[in-house]
């Protein structure tokens, strides 16, 4: 929620997912140098392709990018999420900024996007070699349950030489929410508990995300595989998951106008500060958020609202003395004895997470909002080696 209250400015974004070719996989999840020069690559070529589309040579751009090492089973999938302004940054003669959107780019312009970043690429990993199966670092059992398709290339989508780019995702400038729950879902962890069930003879089974085009929709796999798979995914020291790119950078000279909050003896409101500055900006003053506004935000709960009148109610008091507590409790015939916690489970439990039940959001996160938008990528880009793909 801080990035979108706080960090990320009030425009348009669009979503750039970068998978890796299988043999780079293992190299860049152990390597954090190899990875921000080749993430570095992708920033360069995305902000020539903003610049050339905005006619603006100078501009600058801002982005907000997650590395990823997993896939949807568990493996080890190396990919990274950017969440890229849609469109370039301009500084004034009289010092302001305006911001120019860039028109959506097409097929051809992705294309020769992904050419030029593989052919640089290519030049400092001249010993680059494409392996089209995945490195089986502890094999599972696949459970086939739904029907075989082919996979194909839709929208704006370009491959190359084992590279996988999509960029088919926009979330327009007035989009808040939506903007929330797509930097929640690149956001989140490897596994979702939801998805993990007790298997047959001891062993664990893992719901896929979506299933492969060879019909899979879960994996089996004892314990020990589980740990062993879920230990390439921890990242090594020194790599950082989290990266900020051009006015948004600490570095960049512009980020103090574009998303830090005002100097607190600017008593100015954020439509005050936008037309101050002529560039879209998060709160004028960083606040800390209530305890209700999380609750309402992460689990759709109005904790506030009353259920027999539908006003909303005020704290005005916080009373965390026990025994004034209880008497309160007592006036108001209401339960105050303390509950008793039930003792330990002793080891090893008949389960590990219940599944998810009919209609909940145990398995996918926090509820969606009410308008429609695409936040997953192709159920293929995860799992199926990309030369397998034919073109669109």
Known sequence: MRLVDEVLPVVPYRQWVLSMPFSLHRRMARDPELLTRVLGILQEEIRELLRGSTGDEDGQTGAFSVVQLFGSSLNLHVHVHSVVADGTWKRQED?????????????????????????????????????????????????????????????????????????????????????????????????????????????VRYELKS?????????????????????????????????????????????????????????????????????????????????????????????????????????IAAIEEGPVCREILEHLDLPHDPVRLAPARDLPQTSFWPAAGEGSQASTGPPFAEEPVDLVDPPWVDEVPVSQCPAA
């Open 95 to 203: 010092g302001t900024f305006t911001f120019r959107k860039a028109p959506t780019p097409t097929k051809e312009q992705l294309s020769r996007l992904m050419a030029r970043f593989v052919a640089r690429v290519r030049r400092f990993l001249p010993d680059l070699e494409l392996d089209d199966e995945e490195p089986l670092f502890a094999p599972v059992l696949p459970l086939q349950g739904a029907e075989p398709f082919e996979p194909t290339l839709t929208g704006l989508h370009a491959q190359q030489d084992g590279f996988d780019l999509h960029a088919g995702v926009l979330v327009q400038a007035w989009q808040r929410q939506t903007l929330e729950r797509l930097l929640r879902y690149i956001l989140r962890g490897p596994i979702v508990p939801g998805r993990l069930t007790e298997g047959r003879r001891g062993r």
């Open 211 to 315: 299933p492969k085009p060879d019909g899979t929709t879960h994996v089996e796999m004892t314990p020990e595989v589980l740990l062993t798979r879920l230990s390439w995914l921890v990242p090594v020291p020194g790599m950082h998951m989290v990266r900020y790119h051009g006015v948004l950078a600490s570095a960049s000279p512009m980020r103090e106008k574009a998303v830090l909050p005002a100097p607190e003896d600017q008593q100015e409101d954020g439509f005050a500060r936008l037309a101050r500055l002529k560039m879209p900006c998060g709160r004028s003053k960083a606040t800390r958020t209530s305890w209700a506004d999380l609750l309402r935000r992460i689990f759709a709960v109005t904790a506030l609202v009353c259920p027999s009148c539908g006003a909303t109610r005020k704290v």
